[in-house]
């Protein structure tokens, strides 16, 4: 399918099935891979949906594939249809930092949401907040984090990085140029 970050380096389809036991992954060689689960799918449906491709995210979310989007998070998404129409799915026991060979370790789970309609709100793309962790102690925080959806990844990345500064500028009072050196 030419999908992935290095397809051309493969001439065959590469396939593992994982046995998932406790909290870890279980890869070749005694490899295990540390399990914490989440949706990979998170999202309202985009204005003008058409039953279209839903491979890429959008600015409503969709396939964003935040490995940090886990129990416990709180997920901000705009909403630009009537009902909002949100759905979750495709769930992850386990990801690194992006689906480089365009799978995390794939499995079945159930997810409890409850939602709310936040009016006082106004975002452009998804944002959400998690407890982590982020260090290796686990002595972590609640962190904010936020997304960048374009076609392009430099411009992606430049979204979430704007996205960030609003944050940091309109909800903990630094200056736009504080919160970019920041």
């Not at 870890?24 to 985009?46: Q, R």
Request: with cysteine; proline share 7%; aromatic share 6%.
């Amino acid at each position: 399918m030419g999908l992935g970050l290095v397809p051309e380096e493969f001439d065959e389809p590469g396939l593992h099935v994982w046995d998932l036991e406790g909290d870890v992954g279980h890869f070749v060689d005694g490899i295990e891979v540390p399990l914490d689960p989440f949706p990979g799918v998170i999202g309202t449906a985009p204005a003008g949906a058409d039953g279209g491709d839903t491979l890429p995210p959008r600015a409503t979310g969709g396939n964003m594939d935040v490995k940090h989007m886990t129990a416990g998070s709180t997920v901000y998404l705009p909403v630009e249809c009537a009902d909002a129409l949100f759905s979750v799915g495709d769930c992850h026991a386990a990801q690194g930092d992006g689906e480089v060979c365009v799978t995390g370790v794939e499995a079945e789970m159930f997810v409890t949401a409850r939602l709310d309609v936040r009016s006082d709100l106004s975002i452009d793309q998804p944002r959400f907040e998690t407890t982590g962790p982020f260090t290796p102690t686990g002595a972590d925080e609640p962190m904010y984090g936020t997304t960048g959806i374009a076609d392009d990844l430099m411009e992606a990345t430049k979204l979430a990085t704007r996205h960030m500064i609003d944050h940091l500028h309109e909800e903990r009072g630094l200056s736009r140029g504080e919160a970019y050196l920041l």
